[in-house]
């Protein structure tokens, strides 16, 4: 089977649900997988050297924050794209992970290619949606095949406004590889060092962070990933900004806690965070803002909601153990992406 994984998020952003998810389809007997993406992206955000196991291609589809502005040539280079996607790759299934997608789809359609959709989110929720956003998902998800959900709460939605529409719950999860590295070589513990992962954008609680920082002022706070929104003065909290993958299990493995302080927004309800995967597997202390999609980590993470409740965490944590090399090799056993891609093709 002649997959395209036609991904919103770049082959070179920090890496993410689509590139692992693609790489793990390729994995599997029998696929054939390429990853395309947009041509035009901000490349100051990129991560430099990053490179994909499955072959990449680019296909000239406008912008997301341009297309309301070039309506016409969004349809045009939309069908465009469709038409070199068929004619360099003859792809019997097509999958898609946005809205933006919904015209290259309708011409794939036209062509009798299978379609998917890979739901990473509740994207209606983000403040940039437009209505014509929230329309063409409307239509993206009738339109497919089957909608791949990586969250339950992202399916039951879906099966409210589209109860005929397929779905199948497909978690984010973990590279063995990357994870079995980390077993190797952990390195030493930083001592005081709380690290986030990830994009930081408006729903990040940096009053938890500040707090923190106040109560403990042997605690320094790295912001490790990309941000979208200013990031508070402070002498010991610090945006490092991208770094690549490896790097990234390196500082999660060194850490004396881990977190995720975030508002529990309706966009947040319907996310299962990648990152909280690779915190499990770090083998070191998670802090969490709690809500219901993480109620399958168990055990693995400390769920908190509120300020103080999170302080009181995080300085509980600092110095403790981490977990043992027997649990974390289970934990990855089952939450990896090879599981996760075998489930995908299964809903086929």
Same mark, same amino acid.
């Given at each position: 089977m002649r997959i395209a994984y036609v991904s919103h998020v770049s082959s070179r952003w920090i890496k993410q649900r689509p590139h692992f998810l693609s790489e793990a389809l390729g994995r599997i007997e029998g696929v054939d997988i390429a990853f395309f993406d947009s041509l035009f992206v901000k490349r100051g955000r990129l991560v430099r050297d990053q490179r994909l196991s499955v072959p990449v291609r680019h296909l000239p589809l406008v912008p997301q924050r341009l297309r309301e502005r070039l309506k016409a040539a969004d349809a045009l280079l939309s069908a465009v794209s469709a038409l070199l996607l068929l004619v360099l790759w003859r792809p019997h299934v097509v999958v898609v992970t946005h809205a933006r997608h919904q015209r290259l789809v309708r011409v794939l359609r036209a062509a009798r290619v299978r379609i998917v959709y890979d739901c990473m989110d509740l994207n209606r929720e983000f403040s940039d949606a437009t209505q014509a956003d929230i329309d063409a998902e409307h239509r993206l998800r009738a339109a497919a095949e089957v909608v791949w959900c990586s969250s339950a709460a992202i399916a039951d939605d879906i099966?409210?406004?589209?109860?005929?529409?397929?779905?199948?719950?497909?978690?984010?999860?973990?590279?063995?590889?990357?994870?079995?590295?980390?077993?190797?070589?952990?390195?030493?513990?930083?001592?005081?060092? #709380?690290?986030?992962?990830?994009?930081?954008?408006?729903?990040?609680?940096?009053?938890?962070?500040?707090?923190?920082?106040?109560?403990? +002022?042997?605690?320094?706070?790295?912001?490790?990933?990309?941000?979208? #929104?200013?990031?508070?003065?402070?002498?010991?909290?610090?945006? @490092?900004?991208?770094?690549?993958?490896?790097? #990234?299990?390196?500082?999660?493995?060194?850490?004396?806690?881990?977190?995720?302080?975030?508002? @529990?927004?309706?966009?947040?309800?319907?996310?299962? +965070?990648?990152?909280?995967y690779e915190y499990v597997v770090s083998g070191r202390p998670v802090v969490c803002s709690d809500y219901p999609e993480l109620a399958h980590f168990g055990s693995d993470i400390s769920r908190v909601a509120g300020t103080e409740p999170f302080v009181s965490a995080v300085l509980a944590s600092k110095g403790a153990p981490g977990r043992t090399q027997t649990d974390v090799r289970f934990f990855v056993d089952q939450n990896n992406w090879d599981t996760r891609a075998r489930s995908a093709m299964g809903a086929l």
């Amino acid at each position: 089977m002649r997959i395209a994984y036609v991904s919103h998020v770049s082959s070179r952003w920090i890496k993410q649900r689509p590139h692992f998810l693609s790489e793990a389809l390729g994995r599997i007997e029998g696929v054939d997988i390429a990853f395309f993406d947009s041509l035009f992206v901000k490349r100051g955000r990129l991560v430099r050297d990053q490179r994909l196991s499955v072959p990449v291609r680019h296909l000239p589809l406008v912008p997301q924050r341009l297309r309301e502005r070039l309506k016409a040539a969004d349809a045009l280079l939309s069908a465009v794209s469709a038409l070199l996607l068929l004619v360099l790759w003859r792809p019997h299934v097509v999958v898609v992970t946005h809205a933006r997608h919904q015209r290259l789809v309708r011409v794939l359609r036209a062509a009798r290619v299978r379609i998917v959709y890979d739901c990473m989110d509740l994207n209606r929720e983000f403040s940039d949606a437009t209505q014509a956003d929230i329309d063409a998902e409307h239509r993206l998800r009738a339109a497919a095949e089957v909608v791949w959900c990586s969250s339950a709460a992202i399916a039951d939605d879906i099966d409210s406004t589209h109860p005929g529409t397929k779905t199948r719950v497909v978690r984010n999860a973990l590279d063995r590889t990357s994870a079995e590295s980390v077993f190797a070589a952990p390195g030493a513990v930083e001592a005081g060092a #709380v690290r986030y992962i990830g994009t930081v954008s408006e729903w990040f609680r940096f009053e938890d962070v500040l707090a923190l920082l106040d109560a403990a +002022p042997d605690v320094r706070v790295e912001l490790v990933g990309p941000a979208d #929104v200013q990031v508070p003065s402070h002498p010991r909290l610090v945006a @490092i900004g991208p770094r690549p993958h490896a790097e #990234v299990l390196s500082l999660m493995a060194t850490s004396d806690v881990l977190v995720m302080p975030f508002e @529990i927004t309706p966009l947040v309800l319907g996310v299962d +965070p990648v990152k909280v995967y690779e915190y499990v597997v770090s083998g070191r202390p998670v802090v969490c803002s709690d809500y219901p999609e993480l109620a399958h980590f168990g055990s693995d993470i400390s769920r908190v909601a509120g300020t103080e409740p999170f302080v009181s965490a995080v300085l509980a944590s600092k110095g403790a153990p981490g977990r043992t090399q027997t649990d974390v090799r289970f934990f990855v056993d089952q939450n990896n992406w090879d599981t996760r891609a075998r489930s995908a093709m299964g809903a086929l």
